[in-house]
């Protein structure tokens, strides 16, 4: 196997020569929005098992490549999901709110309860809606790189896929374009050991997902993935690269998919509890704590500040959400032609005569 990069220990002790130059308050900020993640993901388990929202797709164990990913961009920059992204997209500035709104499929969802829940996008903040046909966000993000790079521009597009997605024919077509034209564009492989039941070992033959990007001609770096400074140290290099010229980088985060791939899944059913149990004690949260505690940045009344921010802040947009209520019928013939087809047109007059509207 290949060599892993590192920065932070399982017991919190770190490589100094390694360690990135953050100051007090945003190695701060980054435990919050780790924190943030996962106390929204346990709440979105809990609200569809609830059945007030009808689909989640958890990312509990991934906090560190989510955030530490997202944090190495800037704010211009392209982020194109898989769709285990949440805090990935919340540090990218996607409000708490509208993500909430987007999983009730409410009248504040700004995409009006088009999509499935837990397809969030956010044109505002250049985030591009998930991608459930595992693969297809890699041409795609290629595409947004390219065209970034045909107009001069100096954005970077940062795409995130599971290790499942690198067997299709979408990833291998994505590398090779990007190799051979160059783009601004970083490939983050959130190798969490599992795409739904079928395990990494039956994946590949290759010795790591990483190696793949030799045969395109660019930089492979397979990545502690549980630790957030190795994520936000590697994404930052490449991320350079990328907006210097220097075209891409495969990052492969070795991670863990603790929960089930969705809330339609039993991971008992293919994968043992003592699995689970030895990736907890690599738990990215933990980890970043200990090192935090070893700096004197974390104790006890950090956590409880932390906890009691992060808790306000998800009830208080759950609550917004709950109230909101549903988006008026009628915007079902929104946002999908620019004209309106005369059998959609009758469809909505007739919609119209029901609802008593004009
Ligand atoms: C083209 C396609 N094939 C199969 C599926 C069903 N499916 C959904 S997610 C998934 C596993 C993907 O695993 P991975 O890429 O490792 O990402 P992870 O879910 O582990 O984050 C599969 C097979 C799909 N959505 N699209």
């Not at 007090?24 to 346990?42: A, G, N």
């Amino acid at each position: 196997m290949e060599e892993l990069f590192q920065i932070i220990g399982l017991d919190g002790s770190y490589d100094e020569k390694l360690e990135p130059k953050l100051a007090e308050k945003e190695l701060l900020k980054l435990y919050l929005y780790m924190v943030l993640t996962r106390v929204l993901d346990t709440k979105a388990v809990a609200l569809q098992r609830q059945g007030r929202i009808g689909f989640y797709v958890p990312s509990q164990g991934e906090e560190a490549v989510q955030i530490g990913s997202s944090y190495a961009l800037k704010p211009k920059d392209w982020m194109v999901p898989a769709y285990r992204e949440q805090g990935a997209a919340l540090l990218k500035g996607f409000p708490i709110e509208t993500l909430i709104a987007q999983l009730y499929g409410n009248r504040e969802d700004i995409l009006k309860g088009h999509q499935m829940p837990n397809h969030f996008g956010n044109r505002a903040i250049n985030f591009v809606t998930p991608s459930s046909p595992v693969g297809t966000q890699l041409p795609i993000a290629v595409g947004i790189a390219w065209a970034a790079k045909l107009r001069g521009d100096k954005t970077v597009v940062l795409v995130y896929f599971g290790d499942g997605a690198t067997s299709q024919g979408d990833f291998h077509a994505a590398m090779n374009f990007a190799g051979v034209f160059k783009v601004p564009v970083v490939f983050l492989c959130k190798n969490n050991q599992w795409a739904i039941s079928l395990p990494f070992s039956q994946q590949t033959r290759s010795k790591s997902v990483a190696i793949k990007a030799q045969a395109y001609g660019f930089d492979g770096i397979r990545v502690d993935g549980n630790d957030v400074l190795s994520i936000y140290t590697a994404c930052k290099k490449a991320v350079k690269a990328a907006r210097t010229g220097k075209g891409p980088t495969l990052i492969e985060a070795v991670t863990y998919r603790m929960g089930p791939h969705s809330t339609s899944d039993d991971p008992k059913r293919y994968r043992t509890e003592e699995e689970v149990e030895e990736w907890r004690e690599r738990d990215p949260i933990l980890r970043f704590q200990l090192y935090l505690k070893s700096k004197g940045i974390w104790d006890e009344e950090v956590e409880a500040n932390v906890r009691q921010k992060v808790g306000r802040l998800v009830d208080k947009a759950v609550k917004k959400a709950e109230e909101a209520g549903e988006p008026p019928a009628e915007t079902i013939f929104d946002d999908v032609y620019e004209e309106i087809p005369w059998n959609l047109a009758e469809q909505r007059e007739e919609l119209f005569k029901l609802i008593g509207r004009s």
